[in-house]
């Protein structure tokens, strides 16, 4: 548990800073997610969506504080989770865990990393 960063990482999908449309979308809809992260030392976050049978990786930009990504929704229906793996120069590496409003801190799922170029 990162308890401690909780003011320095933050995302709440109910919030339209942080998620744009909030709530269930219909597939294809263009959707964007924010995630600030205040902690020194941070190079990259990025956005891992999944479910059971799908799975995809964003890089996100900084822009105005906020970390953030536009994607497209996944084409299938399904209930789809997300958190955000960080890479920087310190040993900290956190995941904010989300699916509609619930939020919990882990460590990043290796299954989830960004892809190589």
Same mark, same amino acid.
């Given at each position: ?8 990482? @933050?995302?709440?999908? +109910? @919030?339209?800073?942080? %998620?744009? /449309? #909030?709530? &269930?979308?219909? $597939?294809?809809?263009? #959707? ?5 992260? %205040? ?6 976050? =990025? @956005? ?5 049978? !799908? %799975?995809?990786?964003? +890089? ?5 504080? =906020? ?5 497209? &929704? /996944?084409?299938? /229906? ?5 958190? !955000? *793996? ?5 040993? @900290? +590496?956190?995941? $904010?865990?989300? &699916?509609? &409003?619930?939020? #919990?801190?882990?460590? *990043?799922? *290796?299954?989830?990393? *960004? %892809?190589?170029?």
């Amino acid at each position: 548990m990162l308890a401690g960063y909780r003011n320095e990482m @933050l995302h709440d999908s +109910s @919030l339209h800073i942080f %998620r744009e /449309p #909030v709530g &269930a979308v219909q $597939a294809g809809t263009a #959707v964007t997610i924010r995630f600030r992260m %205040r902690l020194k030392h941070v190079e990259g976050v =990025y @956005l891992c969506v999944y479910s059971d049978q !799908f %799975r995809e990786n964003y +890089s996100m930009a900084l822009s105005d504080g =906020y970390w953030q990504v536009s994607f497209a &929704a /996944p084409s299938e /229906p399904d209930t789809y989770w997300y958190h !955000f *793996p960080s890479r920087g120069t310190g040993s @900290l +590496s956190t995941t $904010a865990r989300t &699916a509609d &409003a619930r939020r #919990v801190w882990a460590a *990043p799922t *290796p299954s989830c990393r *960004p %892809r190589s170029s």
